[in-house]
């Protein structure tokens, strides 16, 4: 066989597939007996399946309550399809489908507007799609079961798509011909290795290395515990602000997110605008952390650390900034430090932050009482919950997005996933420790206890998010899956200061990580904090390019005067451990 690769012959091409497909015979028995394991245990698989089942339950009594819509549905329906098969061989290529099937990522490909027979597979799913989906609208349903309705519909069709499987995707097919069977071949072989990794690969993992091309600003962890450790950043400015900034990420994913590459990294940007820069950086727990709680990370992955800044710049007080579940984290945290009269933030920055949790989008789908009181009963003696059970859960939200691409690209065109950091980053998933996953999801997501001044006692004085009252600058993004905006403009609305809100578009993390140099995307700003999210956006003023130059005038007068730069990293009690990005960030799951 050639170097590349290559087969020499169609023989040696056969004999290839074949062999893989005997591999894959074998795992994908392994695997089914792993699902059906699954499926008879206790896990989260059978309470999101009942939901569903009591949904679609419903679903149909409502259809059969009303059965002259159904009839209407299907008469319209029936009309469609025989439309379609009176067109299915005209040579023009304007099937019912085409407008649609143009902005369709899915079909956006010539041989599904040229090629007859691919053309009707096409219009034919959008019009089954689209009376699927009225189907669920026209059904009189609660508000709760028609969004899981909604959301189980959508991910069946989505699933369903021609486009997702080999004979009746023409590209697939082309690809498989030209080749003489070697993209298939190559799909085999991706497919065993995702087998293997236990999740759909969808970058090259090899292409990247934490420390070596992403997460690489020079610094030095300084501080660190069992949960966290604290990075200081050397500066790159010969002044800087006094008042240092301390950056809390998400404790699901690792904190390079905000130090990707020098180019897209929110840790650079800051200290090229003379901030000193220091990093919480969680631990990929393991088992001996798997008993830590709520309030374990409160005061070991954030008081601790603002503590240690503290301590290193000797300033009384401090800048910070939450990310995500990292910024939930820090305003609850903040909380119980003010309850205390220790005032320790000058400002606060929160990204795509979730504090009331009444408008958190379709994962609500997943998150109801029977399954967080299963979870409640599993993980109260302790136990991990896996980095990638959240991160497939999160991408099943945006599944034409975040999975069937990947399927498609990688096992039915046999093409290697590109070389991406954002997506190399969200495949490296942390661990939970389940007493913590368990109370956060039963204190915000169920019952919003956050939200609510003094619900809840936490590192054993009662909180309120009314008592955090320094500055705030709030960022959401318009189209987050995750931290649906208007849930982030609530959130902002539950503090007890003055809040800046910046709404940026794109999505959850394309909308936050948008760097200034590129002048990609926009933002509104709305000084007027109205009580209404859309009548704020009514206003709002739209503004091209990144939101971060914004950001840095909001938070420049609140970084104190310019000294001399530290050039000096950590103190004399907290001497360099070892140089950043540090060890902890290199743990995988």
Sequence with gaps: MPKNGTPRNEKEAVGRLRDANERLAARLRASHERFASALQSEGATPQVMAGFAEAYRAWLEALCAKPETLVALQKRYMEEQFQLWARALQPDGHGDGAAQGATDKRFAASEWNELPLFRFFRDSYLATSRMMMQAVDEAHLGPETRQRMRFFMRQYLDAAAPSNYLFTNPEALKAAMESRGETLAHGLEHLLADLEKGRISMTDESAFEV??????SKGAVVWENELAQLIQYAPLTAKVHARPLLMVPPCINKFYILDLQPGNSLVRYAVEQGHTVFMVSWRNVKEAQQSLGWDDYLREGVIAPIEAVRRITKQEKINALGFCVGGTLLAAALAVLEKKGEHRVES??????????????????YIDES?????????????????AELAASFSS????????PYVVNNYLKGRDPPAFDLLFWNSDATNLPGPMYAYYLRNT??????????ALTMCGVPVSLKRVKMPTFVFAAREDHIVPWRGGYESARTLGGKAKFVLGASGHIAGTINPAGKGKRSYWVNDALAADPDA???KAEERPGSWWPEWMRWLAPHGGKMIAARRKLGDAAHKPIEPAPGRYVKERA
């Design 371 to 387: 399954f967080v009181a299963k979870r409640e009963k599993q993980l109260e003696k302790g136990g991990l919950v896996p980095g």
């Design 348 to 365: 606060l920055t929160l990204l795509t932050t979730l504090l009331d949790f009444t408008e958190v989008g379709e994962i609500r789908v």
């Design 536 to 538: 704020w956006l009514d």
């Design 445 to 454: 997501y169920q019952e919003n206890k956050l939200a609510k001044p003094d």
């Design 397 to 404: 939200l945006r599944a034409n997005d975040l999975i069937w």
């Design 211 to 216: 420390g070596r091309n992403v997460g690489v």
